[in-house]
């Protein structure tokens, strides 16, 4: 059966805080696996593209040839989250995998890293306390995209179909709220894809 035992998630590890989002993943009941080359992207169920430098994290997309099986994991409809620097690697300029834009730094210079409490949807009442670092905000998005956090009057946290992206670092908290929303939604699309290959 395809959709038996525990959700495979790869985390780019190429750059960035690949770690700590294995660790919040493991916690959830996921099966992290690192991914650096385009090998480990094989069976898994959903991917996580981390915070880092996103500049960066494109190159090394570039060079170790990923692009291809990461185009691949979303056609197929495999949800992908990216935080920080994975919300602009996800961006409309970069992998267009989600319709919106990400302001790098957009913070500014006075508010390089900060913490906020944030209210979040399908996280529950209580605010969830989100870590920015050098954070970027959405500039723009589509129709399409779901908002689901917004500080200053500027979304932070974005959804549009299997794609979920942050602009705040989830893994640096205790709190597993938003790894918890990016598991049932690859759940839900390990669900999909099952009856769609009994059918
Ligand atoms: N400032 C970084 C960038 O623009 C993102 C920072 C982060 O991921 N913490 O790529």
Redesign the pocket.
Known sequence: MAEAGALKVGVLALQ?DFEAHAEALRQLGGEPREVRMPEDMEGLDALVIP?????TIGKMIDSAGLEPALRDHHEAGRPVLG????L?VCDAEHLGFIDATAR??AFGRQLQSFEADLEVEGAGDEPLRAVF????WVERHGPGVEVLASYQDHPVAIREGSVLACAF?PELTDDPRFHAIFMAMTTAARERAGEEARR
């Open positions: 960035g915070g880092g430098e996103s500049t935080t920080c620097a994975g602009i790098r730094n670092i050098r954070a970027p670092h």
